[in-house]
């Protein structure tokens, strides 16, 4: 079946403007995750969801950053007032589960690059 | 927490040999989950293997094995009969507490496959 569909997969923009990055999960997976990559801090993790229980945010770096999952399903990961050190690739992932051993299976990524 | 490290930047192999990548964690928690991850230069996560820390046995997937020292805290991966097509990154995720969110990776390893 179809993967976790992210878009768009490149994203140019100007520092201070704000960004929305779009992350489709595989259906019938409940979990939802969003990293960032980049090459100075590897790949951090960003913020969970699972089903109807409040997220995790523990990982946004900042208050310019926010997350919602609608209906169960789309994500959208908001940056609000872009830096350049938001510069990275951020990479989307949903699981069938959460229990050990349920793999995440991640999206190509949106490269973000801010000017 | 998790704390994941991956020794070798870079690695070279010859085609049709097996190579080892190394993997060591740090964690208190007794129940955690290791899995490795394949990220070729077009970007996306490929999801290779997972070893459970209760685990009996050492996990295998095709060409790919997980040597999994409790004692040692290492959890190597195992690439027989190597393909020009594993030339990628290669990364070593934890997570502890039974779930599967909140991966730590490590910095990964560049495998190149030599003709």
């Known amino acids: 079946g179809a993967g976790v569909s992210q878009s768009p997969s490149n994203k140019v923009t100007e520092k201070g403007k704000d960004v929305e990055l779009r992350c489709d999960p595989i259906?019938?997976?409940?979990?939802l995750y969003w990293y960032r990559q980049s090459l100075g801090q590897g790949l951090e993790f960003l913020i969970y969801?699972?089903?109807?229980?409040?997220?995790?945010k523990s990982g946004l770096p900042s208050d310019r950053f926010s997350a919602e999952r609608t209906g169960g399903s789309v994500s959208t990961l908001t940056i609000q007032r872009t830096q350049q050190e938001d510069s990275a690739v951020y990479l989307c992932?949903?699981?069938?589960?959460?229990?050990?051993?349920?793999?995440?299976?991640f999206g190509n990524g949106t490269r973000l690059t801010v000017t | 927490a998790q704390k994941i490290t991956q020794t070798q930047p870079g690695m070279f192999v010859q085609e049709k040999e097996a190579v080892t990548l190394d993997c060591t964690y740090d964690?208190?928690?007794?129940?955690?989950?290791l899995f490795w991850y394949k990220q070729p230069s077009s970007g996306e996560m490929i999801f290779l293997i997972y070893?459970?820390?209760?685990?009996?046995q050492n996990a295998t997937e095709g060409r790919y094995s997980l040597n999994f020292q409790k004692a040692r805290k290492s959890a190597n991966l195992v690439i027989s009969a190597s393909q020009l097509g594993d030339s990628a990154m290669y990364f070593c995720?934890?997570?502890?507490?039974?779930?599967?969110?909140?991966?730590?990776f490590g910095k990964g390893t560049l495998l190149t496959v030599n003709p």
């Open positions: 992932a949903s699981s069938y589960r959460t229990a050990s051993g349920s793999p995440l299976h």
């Open positions: 259906s019938g997976h409940t979990a």
């Open positions: 969801f699972q089903g109807n229980s409040a997220p995790d």
């Open positions: 964690t208190s928690d007794p129940s955690y989950g």
């Open positions: 070893q459970g820390s209760y685990d009996q």
């Open positions: 995720a934890g997570a502890s507490g039974g779930s599967n969110y909140k991966l730590t």
